[in-house]
């Protein structure tokens, strides 16, 4: 009786296969310009029919297909809520709270550093680091201009500390997709990541302590206006910083 063998892909053949994978995705976003959506459209077609030729069944590829999408599931939902939770933070006052509280704590003489752990409290609290650069980053930005300390020591200090905290925060959609796609627990994950993250974030304050400088052109009263909006528009008081408590207590539960 002779037994069926499964089609096997060879290790070149893989490489081979994404290499062409992403020079196709790559030249039709970035030179011809096109939505994501056609050219994974088109890759996801194309790897349907190299699987056909490999000599796999419509059924296996169809089980294929499913059960790779499956580890997925849980972090496309938590995308999906994300945005719902970052306006419900603006919403509630919370956020506004943080960067007032930021905002009356920051000295120009550490400023980089206290950049650097506003960001990471913020990206650790909405679990998105672009969400973080997008409102932080540009309040950060505006208040190093008028205190005179170089842009970029400010935009590096903005994005290190969202990054960071894009790694440790329990609702950010990367430690979520690589925890589903590992197969592991989530607390599990961030416990693992700490144990890179925790230096690196060290070593970064390290830096920014040695690259502050002090302020040359401060306009506090510029800053104490923007505190000012603020509290006229928002609720600016701990209690609204409680949503943050429970986020992280029902989110390492």
Not at 124 to 139: A, E, H, K, L, R
């Amino acid at each position: 009786m002779e037994l069926e063998t499964k089609p096997r892909t060879t290790l070149l053949e893989s490489v081979l296969i994404l290499v062409f994978l992403i020079g196709c995705l790559g030249s039709c976003i970035i030179i011809g310009h096109m939505p994501p959506h056609v050219p994974i459209l088109m890759v996801f077609v194309f790897l349907c029919f190299w699987g056909k030729w490999k000599g796999y069944s419509w059924d296996e590829i169809h089980k294929g297909i499913s059960e790779g999408i499956a580890p997925g599931i849980v972090p496309l939902i938590i995308f999906m809520l994300i945005g719902v939770l970052v306006s419900s933070l603006i919403a509630a006052g919370t956020i506004p709270t943080i960067v007032v509280y930021g905002c009356e704590i920051l000295s120009a003489n550490h400023f980089l550093v206290m950049s650097f752990l506003i960001c990471l409290v913020v990206g650790i609290t909405v679990g998105s680091s672009f969400t973080t650069i997008s409102t932080m980053g540009i309040v950060l930005m505006t208040i190093g201009t008028l205190m005179g300390i170089r842009p970029e020591y400010v935009a590096g200090a903005v994005i290190s500390g969202a990054f960071c905290a894009n790694n440790l925060s329990p609702l950010a959609d990367t430690a979520n997709l690589c925890a589903a796609i590992g197969d592991i627990e989530l607390v599990t994950h961030l416990k693992s990541v700490f144990k890179t993250a925790l230096p690196t974030a060290i070593i970064c304050m390290v830096a920014y302590t040695f690259l502050d400088g002090g302020a040359a052109n401060m306009d506090a009263g510029l800053i104490d206006g923007m505190v000012e909006a603020l509290k006229g528009a928002f609720l600016i008081s701990p209690i609204a910083l409680l949503p943050i408590v429970v986020i992280l207590v029902c989110s390492w539960r």
